[in-house]
């Protein structure tokens, strides 16, 4: 991305400013709220982004911690593709509000994950059902919209942000999920899953499903 491209990109946002600030860095704002940082040459770009963004890209190397406050990410532009750590894992997830009993389910369980560890992390979710289709394939949906599957040859699928989809599909242990939406589901081998990560992508995938529920779904839910 070029600079005027990125700001471009910037400034269309609605209430978008650009402010100097320590000398020649270019800050993009919002209600005097930095969204967006470059440096003067425009060759770094820092910004702040979700949990499984931010472990994504700094574990994988894509990215450093940005200098300008905690969740930052800095270097968003430098070379490499996104890989794994030494141990052949990508880093899990951070537990998301609402959803901190699944986590502590996964967390100090090492090894495999198994369905039935699967399911104990989605069921503890507000409002999960569950499903057993064709007598293999379990289903894990909220007010109806899928957010996880499992399946003893498939392993488990589960929705992602595009950045974590990124990472995980072109570099990591995951593929696209067949049968989800193209650039949104990966599929994850169970052999590849630690306990301690899968809370975070069955999390993470719930409320980008709760997302396209009504507001008063999502505050039945406690998510609004």
């Known amino acids: 991305m070029t600079r005027e491209e990125l700001h471009e990109a ?24 930095m969204f967006a940082a470059t440096d003067g040459a425009y060759s770094n770009l820092s910004f702040k982004a979700t949990d499984i ?18 969740g930052q990410v800095g270097d968003a532009g430098g070379p490499g593709r996104p890989g794994r750590r030494r141990d052949g894992r990508l880093g899990q997830d951070r537990p998301r509000a609402g959803g901190g009993q699944a986590h502590e389910e996964a967390a100090g369980r090492a090894g495999a994950v198994t369905p039935a560890q699967i ?11 569950h499903v057993r289709l064709w007598d293999r394939l379990d289903v894990y949906k909220v007010r109806g919209k899928v957010f996880a599957s499992c399946a003893e040859g498939q392993g488990l ?5 595009e950045i974590a989809y990124e990472v995980l599909t072109r570099d990591g242990p995951g593929r696209p999920a067949p049968g989800f939406t193209p650039g949104h589901w990966v599929a ?23 997302a396209g529920l009504t507001k008063k779904a999502r505050k039945e839910l406690g998510l609004a």
């Open 188 to 210: 994850m081998p169970l052999a590849e899953l630690e306990a301690d990560e899968t809370a975070g992508w069955i999390e993470t995938s719930y409320r980008l499903a709760a």
């Open 119 to 129: 399911q104990a992390v989605a069921m503890a979710l507000p409002g999960a059902t």
């Open 157 to 161: 699928s589960f929705k992602a942000t």
């Open 53 to 70: 963004a931010f472990e994504a890209l700094t574990e994988a190397g894509r990215a450093r911690r940005a200098l300008y406050g905690p």
């Open 10 to 33: 910037a400034m269309a946002l609605p209430g978008a400013t650009l402010d100097l600030k320590w000398g020649d860095d270019h800050c993009y704002c919002v209600g005097g709220k």
